[in-house]
């Protein structure tokens, strides 16, 4: 038998991606036996395996669909009982660059390489912030964890207090957001972290996450140039064995831009590519990769084992619930309002809830919604962006009859508004305050 | 009959489906829905269109009333009056749903002078809506109106023009600005409208929206502000329609927070490239191999890889995006057209070739370096069938001529020439 090894390359990668990028395989000619020859795959991202299809001998057409929507596309002779090789990635272009470090951060095409360096795909910000005093200021006055400083870039890891208060403090003005933030930063500050690179214009750095009482959110606040982003940080995030993920935080300071960027990465081989599709939204050629990734078996141990990561639950689900047809996934009925009940400190597991009874409601179902909307509110913001914007349109839904959905709403709204819509986690952004 | 006059006969015969001119306009008050330029006037399920183009902005730069301090470099825009008519005419001449006909099309157009729009399908050419806020809402009021006879109707709203965004999508209106204190009184917010509108009767909803998702210094001066900008309608109770939101699938031209790109004196890249897809490139054969339909997914992704090639050919970057991955089909091409690229091996063979795409025995397409301009590279849209691939170089090349059978798959597909010397054998 004939095989295509594909394989999308990705130099420096620490561990292999199984799950990595959808790919479509289609035959230049059709089959001896008349038939049209057409496969989507999941092909690992790598710096070495790739996966095998076995194939008639023939030509073929292989195209990879990556997270940011991107289609790489490649030719391809396959003789008989010989493994032809296609690999996405090794171009010229990744030639270039020093991607060793940047391998997980560049993976869903969020830094695109250039001649001239790394360039952030989107546009930032326009500069247009009145002045604040700087985040030394603070430091000198209240006790935190400083846990890098570049020339223009500060990150601080801070305690928020979970549930609804959150939303008043983020919603303050960002001199008051820091007061409050900063003061209730008391005790045990969380993981550690450290400044893993730092080369002017980019630093990254990374955060090991520990066992810790997951209700205590934990945010990276991250002073940039002209502005100011709190980051939610999604940790205690269990790998499949049991360890804790790391989790990766750059910060792009690209000159040319009017105002930096920062983004997070969890180090997850397992899900990485689901989540760098959900980070991009780019969820209308992703079902290939879902039906790989096994997602019952995978919610049952996210949440049901004892070393259970319902972070990673979340995210499965907000991509199933996208994806798939309902009748074709009965039994989350059954599991997701376990991951509301179970987690009530998880916004995203009642917003989940919610969003699966809207789809495909029973009878006198609506107030189930509202409830669910109402706990997702009480117990904070979101460690999703998705779960932000599917929040604030849930309750744009009922804000003209509910009194209280509709206090919400303005709540949400005005986070909904500094939400960074291209990340998966919940990023949201400051200029600076009077 | 002469055989001139029975031809004439034949080939009105032919297009008077597609192409019956309408009624004009008896039984329809033109004055109340000046919007309209297509309806059938029946109550069966179908499709509703609604189609905002909005070129000209008598507030921004370039306007006849500028204001520079709130135009934040925004001026006037050629694509969207044209998109907007190019789209009109693909839904009068090749839009096919034989499950939801279409049923209306009504457009609004911003032009420096007032807009009509002409085709023989259409309602005879009269003054269409300007692209006042105002105005705009009562247009889409009653759009609503019209689609929501039956649940099992599909709308598609259109919107082509300036946009802003900060995590909600604002749509600008003809007359932004014009109240400098109110400035989003001529705006559209699209999330809130696309909320409200999931409470609203047709089950199916398709959004485009060709325009630019740039940060605006304007919106962050409203930050914390539920909805800046027009909302049009009131979401209704869910419990109106059983309690489950409609099912949208909304397409944006660009990313979060980035720019889509239009031409001078021409469409958009992103209508240019919607176009091929709804043609046929984005056809999703998980449907039904035997019986190709257009839907929702499969012309996000053939979108995405169009407007790729075309912006890398203007030399700048632009990546359509799309909210919810809702499926649904949209339009079941009568004749899809997939495009081809064929290359061969060595490339600069191709400069020098003649290559044909046969179909049976029929030549469907042809390239020929002796009529066209010598290229690497020929692009056929072709239908999604097996083809076979004649190639031909000339002699001074030594290349044997080549057969090939290819069938392009969506969104395009390559076919590759290997040449082989004579000298070989």
């Known amino acids: ?55 008639e001998p023939g030509s073929y057409w292989v195209q990879a669909i990556l997270p940011s929507g991107r289609i790489l596309q490649q030719y391809c002779d396959v003789a008989g009982e010989e493994t032809a090789h296609v690999s996405f990635g090794d171009d010229a272009a990744a030639a270039e660059r020093d991607a060793g470090w940047l391998s997980w951060q560049t993976f869903d095409e969020g830094l695109i390489p250039g001649s001239s360096g790394l360039l952030r795909q989107a546009p930032t910000r326009p500069s247009f912030w009145s002045k604040i005093p700087s985040l030394e200021t603070f430091a000198r006055l209240i006790r935190r964890t400083i846990l890098g400083r570049g020339d223009q870039a500060s990150l601080s890891v801070v305690a928020c207090p979970p549930g609804r208060e959150a939303w008043s403090i983020v919603a303050s003005e960002t001199q008051d957001l820091f007061r409050q933030l900063l003061r209730r930063n008391d005790g045990d500050l969380p993981a550690e972290a450290f400044l893993e690179k730092d080369t002017g214009r980019l630093k990254l750095w990374k955060l090991k996450s520990a066992e810790q009482d997951p209700s205590q959110r934990r945010w990276a606040l991250i002073g940039l140039g002209n502005g100011l982003e709190l980051m939610c940080l999604p940790t205690p995030w269990r790998l499949a064995s049991g360890e804790f ?44 990769l879902v039906e790989s990734l096994d997602l019952e078996k995978l919610v049952d141990r996210a949440i049901s084992e004892k070393a259970a990561n319902p972070l990673a639950a979340c995210a499965a689900a907000y991509v199933g619930l996208a994806v798939f047809d309902l009748a074709e996934r009965e039994r989350w009925d059954g599991w997701l309002p376990n991951l509301m009940n179970w987690f009530p400190w998880l916004p995203d597991g009642a917003i989940l809830h919610a969003r699966r009874i809207l789809l495909r409601p029973g009878i006198n179902e609506n107030e189930l919604v509202l409830l669910a909307l109402k706990r997702a509110f009480h117990a904070g913001i979101p460690f999703f962006a998705a779960g932000v914007v599917l929040l604030r349109d849930g309750l744009l839904l009922y804000a003209h009859k509910d009194q209280e959905a509709n206090a919400m709403l303005d709540a949400v709204s005005s986070v909904a508004s500094r939400l960074d819509q291209r990340q998966a986690f919940t990023n949201l952004r400051f200029g600076r305050g009077a | 009959m002469s055989c001139g006059r029975w031809t004439s006969w034949i080939s009105n015969a032919f297009t008077r489906e597609r192409f019956a001119p309408m009624p004009d306009g008896d039984g329809l008050d033109l004055k109340t829905e000046p919007e309209l330029v297509f309806f059938d006037g029946t109550d069966e399920p179908g499709t509703h269109v609604l189609i905002v183009g909005i070129g000209h902005y008598p507030c921004l730069l370039g306007g006849e009333k500028e204001n520079s301090s709130l135009a934040e470099g925004m001026g006037q825009l050629d694509a969207p009056p044209i998109s907007a008519r190019k789209l009109a005419q693909w839904f009068l001449e090749d839009f096919h749903n034989p499950e939801k006909p279409l049923r209306s099309i009504a457009m609004v157009v911003s032009e420096r002078e007032p807009s009509t729009f002409q085709h023989a399908r259409a309602l005879p050419p009269h003054p269409l809506p300007r692209g006042d806020g105002a105005e705009v809402e009562d247009v889409i009021q009653r759009w609503i109106a019209r689609s929501s006879g039956k649940s099992d109707n599909l709308t598609v709203f259109f919107f082509c023009g300036h946009g802003i965004s900060s995590a909600q999508s604002v749509l600008l209106l003809r007359d932004y600005g014009a109240k400098p204190f109110h400035r989003f009184d001529g705006a559209l917010n699209l999330s809130a409208f696309r909320v409200g509108m999931q409470t609203m009767t047709p089950n199916e909803q398709l ?80 449907f039904d191999p035997s019986n190709l339909w257009v839907g929702t997914n499969a012309l996000q992704t053939a979108v995405s890889a169009y407007v790729a090639r075309l912006a890398a050919k203007e030399k700048v970057e632009q990546l359509p995006d799309v909210s919810g991955a809702i499926s649904f089909k949209i339009h079941q091409p009568l004749e899809v057209a997939i495009p081809l690229h064929v290359i061969s091996h060595p490339p600069e063979a191709m400069k020098q070739a003649r290559v044909e795409a046969r179909l049976d025995k029929d030549v469907k397409s042809y390239y020929d370096f002796r009529e066209h ?5 020929w692009v056929v849209n072709l239908s999604y069938c097996a083809h076979t691939i004649f190639a031909s170089f000339h002699e001074n090349l030594g290349f044997e001529d080549e057969r090939l059978v290819n069938t392009p798959m969506p969104p395009e597909s390559y076919c590759r020439i290997n040449c082989r010397s004579r000298l070989q054998q």
Do not use: W
């Open chain 1, 1 to 55: 038998m004939s095989k295509l090894n594909i394989l999308f390359h990705q130099v420096g990668l620490t561990a292999d991606i199984p799950l990595g990028v959808v790919a479509r395989i289609s035959r230049t000619e059709m089959e001896a036996s008349g038939r049209e020859y057409f496969k989507e795959v999941v092909v690992p991202a790598s710096s070495a395996r790739g996966i095998d299809v076995d194939v």
């Open chain 1, 245 to 288: 993920a790391e989790v990766e935080l750059l910060v792009d300071m690209d000159p040319e831009r009017l105002h930096p960027r920062a983004s997070i990465v969890v180090r997850d081989p397992d899900l990485a590519g689901l989540l760098a599709y959900l980070g991009r939204g780019n969820l209308s050629s992703v079902r290939p």
């Open chain 2, 207 to 286: 959004f485009i929206i060709d325009a630019c998702r740039m940060p605006s210094a304007a919106l962050d001066k409203v930050r914390g502000e539920v909805r800046p900008g027009r909302t049009a309608i009131s979401p209704a109770d869910l419990d109106d329609r059983g309690g489950q939101p409609a099912r949208q699938s909304v397409h944006h031209a660009t990313s979060d927070l980035a720019p889509a790109y239009g031409r001078v004196d021409g469409p958009s890249l992103y209508t240019e490239a919607l176009l091929m897809g709804l043609n046929g490139g984005g056809v999703q054969p998980n």
């Open chain 2, 373 to 377: 301009e010598a290229a690497e590279e």
